[in-house]
């Protein structure tokens, strides 16, 4: 706005309800009393640390390939159209252009197409993430002297490296390569992604219920799906 100009309405950014249901997940161990009695360790502290164990792997699954009904909605189950054709509500996916593999010819291209093809705003604190496989095969991608120029390895050890400066997130939920597999995900993950935890983890625990033995049951619910189509 200018000296003595008069400011107006901003054109600002468009909201919409997005419903994310959390479902109910249960884990229930049973323990023979006489185990719990008589082990030389703390048993219970073992079942808890197993059934957090659980969740953690069965959310793990669902973040990724779930179906929304009684579970999270998986990110890679939304409609996936051309990222040319990329409209809100569906995700958008660069083809290597060879059914299961990256092309023989310069193969990093598709993939230096895939990071550009997420908005420079979602670039800062975006990821990769794809199956151990799939990095694998990216890390054998060489220059025409013989480097592997795509991936630089984490010195710390605290992740999975870099492709072209982008982290790594390895994820064997996300689909190997294979025919028409999406098997790179990248995206902004805190600005697409929504994970809804309505309480902690709750435990019951019933040693009247069948004599002799002790039941932990352990409860929480969660849900998730993506927020923001263009940030993934």
Known sequence: V????????????????????AEEMEAEP??????LEDSDYNLET?????????????????????????????IATYPMVANASYAWGKTGYIATGVSGDFAASNPADKVIDLLHSLKSV??????????????????QIKDGSGNFYLFNPDPTGNFAGMVLG?????DDNVAAMGANS???????FKRAYRIV???????????????????????KRVGAGIKNFEAV
């Open 122 to 139: 979602y670039r800062g604190g975006a990821q990769l993430m794809m199956a151990d496989t799939t990095l694998g095969k990216l890390r």
């Open 182 to 188: 999406y098997s790179i995900v990248y995206a902004n």
């Open 30 to 35: 049973w323990v023979y009393n006489d185990t």
């Open 2 to 21: 200018g000296e003595n100009e008069a400011g107006g309405e901003t054109t600002n950014a468009k909201f919409a309800m997005i419903e994310i249901t």
């Open 197 to 219: 935890d309505r309480r902690g983890i709750t435990l019951i625990r019933d040693n009247l219920t069948t004599k002799g033995t002790t039941k932990f049951n352990f409860r």
């Open 46 to 74: 073992d079942v808890s640390d197993e059934a957090g164990i659980a969740f953690a792997e069965a959310e793990g699954t669902a973040f990724i390939t779930g179906d929304g009904v009684k579970k999270a909605r998986g």
């Open 166 to 170: 982008v982290p790594v997130i390895i």
